[in-house]
Nanobody
Framework: QVQVVESGGGLVRPGTSLRLSCVAS????????MGWYRQAPGKERELVGR???????YYGDHAKGRFTVSRDNGGNRATLQMTRLKPEDTAMYYC??????????????WGQGTQVTVSP
């Protein structure tokens, strides 16, 4: 069993920055990637960014140049640093972890989400 918990969401003004955190815990043998998705009301869930075990990062077009995803030295914590936030960044942000458990089961695990609202 793998648990994923996000934190750091909130209400912020346009143009400001916000950092989200994610922690994975449980029976983890290895983590293959950690990343972030978001979903706004009435829209599909979309990739924000993720970091693979080798350190390569991938971003959605809306995040390039403004958001940075990182992971702590290959550990079980990831952050999403968001800058120059816009009202259209308002969404529920979810942490997504790809991991193999100590029972050698490969899985895709999600947190409950943290709300980010960007409003004047």
């Amino acid at each position: 069993q793998v648990q994923v918990v996000e934190s750091g969401g909130g209400l912020v003004r346009p143009g400001t920055s916000l950092r989200l955190s994610c922690v994975a815990s449980g029976n983890i043998r290895s983590i293959h990637f950690m990343g972030w998705y978001r979903q706004a009301p009435g829209k599909e869930r979309e990739l924000v960014g993720r970091v693979a075990s080798g350190g390569n990062t991938y971003y959605g077009d809306h995040a390039k140049g403004r958001f940075t995803v990182s992971r702590d030295n290959g550990g079980n914590r990831a952050t999403l640093q968001m800058t120059r936030l816009k009202p259209e960044d308002t969404a529920m942000y979810y942490c997504n972890v790809g991991a193999t458990t100590t029972q050698n089961r490969l899985g895709d695990y999600w947190g409950q989400g943290t709300q980010v609202t960007v409003s004047p």
